[in-house]
């Protein structure tokens, strides 16, 4: 079997298909603003309508849709257990990199949810693939490094897309923004070559269950499915308002300035590369479960810190959030792939997808509603902690949940289910 470093070719390029897929889909997130300014109104008031542009409703039921969008994913990132991690990766990236561009002539507010929605799952599916493949090109002792390396990969790709707005977003428009998928588009032929099927999904991956399942997930595993996706409603509870809505909040809230939103990118860069660092040590030397625990509660406090309404808190909470949620990504994504056995590996995290986006649909729809509570005080903020603060305790799950750490994924499941 050939497995390889976590510097290796075959698992660099998975990382690079990572970028991609965080240019093409954080573009959204990152262009918001002008969303909002084009396609509503702005005022003087003190409502968070009147300083976004569109409502808190309307931006969390139209972020809330994309995100719904993302179920889709589900039966995407499956397929990859039938037809093979790479054709399926490269496939659902082309797709979703052409939907992006799309969006690029949306006409109204509700055109451009709709188009981009369309790209969304695509997206979505190549993330979960591209994590499930790093897991199984590697050994135990590079995993986690591996996991970090794709992680940082979506990172630099979503940081990329943010700062180019934020620089250069008066000259391009969201619309320039979004036709610049096309560069990343040419770059998929290229790659093409240098990614490989998993040796571990060519020897085990094509077993198939007999018995009564959930999709393609076992009986067997069910207990431990939905410990993984509680996890993951929980997380993504906190993560999907707090990092959808933070660059309006920045740019038409706290009157931030491109130049000010952009070093703030940059230097959560730096942050989310030490995180990603900080979580692949403790991930392989404490343990699976008490980083991503640790991380969990951390998020949620820098959450609510980040709108808490200032503009150094700002900076602060997000550049410090993005540091923890680094330090979740390695030890949450080793734990994820090692909890199931090669056949439903991709299965399973499609199921943990779906509640993941169910997850940051209900905080979108509970934050937007909060803050768009009348009368005086900081709306983001109540919406804040509503938010992310009941969502933390969730990390207790964990304990229920074997540790991984350290051992190889045949020593967990040496066998291919039948």
């Known amino acids: 079997m050939r497995l390889y470093p976590w510097y290796g ?3 660099a390029s998975i990382a690079l298909v990572s970028m991609i897929t965080g240019f093409g889909q954080f573009g959204a997130v990152a262009a918001l ?4 300014k084009s396609f509503g109104h702005l005022s003087h008031g003190t409502s968070f309508a009147d300083q976004a542009g569109l409502s808190g409703t309307m931006l969390g039921i139209g972020l809330a849709i994309l995100r719904l969008a993302s179920l889709g994913g589900m039966p995407l990132t499956s397929l990859a257990d039938r037809l093979g991690r790479r054709p399926t990766m490269l496939a659902t990236c082309a797709a979703g990199l052409v939907a992006t561009v799309l969006a690029a002539g949306s006409p109204s507010y509700w055109w451009f949810v709709a188009i981009f929605a369309l790209g969304r799952p695509l997206l979505t599916a190549t993330l979960s693939i591209t994590h499930v493949s790093a897991a199984e090109l590697t050994r135990t002792s590079d995993r986690t490094k591996a996991l970090a390396l794709s992680a940082a990969g979506y990172g630099v790709g979503a940081g990329l897309i943010a700062v180019i707005y934020n620089l250069a977003g008066k000259t391009l428009g969201f619309r320039g923004v979004f036709l610049l998928a ?3 588009l040419t770059l998929l032929p290229v790659l093409r070559s240098s990614i490989v099927e998993p040796d571990r ?9 007999h018995r009564p399942a959930i999709g393609a997930v076992g009986r067997e595993h ?5 410990l993984v996706a509680a996890l993951s409603f929980a997380v993504s509870m906190i993560t999907g308002p707090a990092t959808s809505l ?10 931030a300035s491109g130049v000010l939103v952009s070093g703030m990118v940059v230097s959560a860069g730096v942050t989310g590369l030490a995180g990603l660092l900080i979580g692949r040590w403790a991930s392989d030397r404490i343990g699976r479960r008490p980083t991503i625990a640790l991380a969990m509660v951390v998020i949620a406090l820098l959450g609510v810190v980040t709108y808490s309404g200032s503009t150094p808190a700002l900076l602060l909470g997000y550049v410090a959030g993005v540091m923890a949620s680094s330090m979740l990504a390695p030890a949450a994504g080793a734990l994820a792939n090692e909890l199931f056995p090669t056949p439903v590996r991709a299965s399973a995290a499609g199921w943990y997808l779906a509640t993941g986006v169910l997850g940051a649909v209900a905080g979108l729809l509970v934050f937007g509603a909060v803050a768009d509570v009348g009368g005086t005080g900081n709306h983001a903020l109540v919406a804040a902690e509503v938010t992310f603060l009941p969502a933390a305790p969730a990390a207790a799950l964990l304990w229920f949940l074997p540790e991984t750490r350290g051992r190889e994924l045949e020593e967990l499941w040496p066998a291919p289910v039948t």
């Open 222 to 226: 069910r207990r431990r499915l939905v």
């Open 182 to 184: 096309l560069v990343p």
């Open 246 to 255: 933070v660059f309006i909040y920045a740019q038409n809230v706290r009157h």
């Open 33 to 36: 603003g002008d969303v909002a």
């Open 9 to 11: 070719r075959p698992v």
């Open 201 to 209: 999904f060519v020897l085990l991956g094509r077993a198939r269950h």
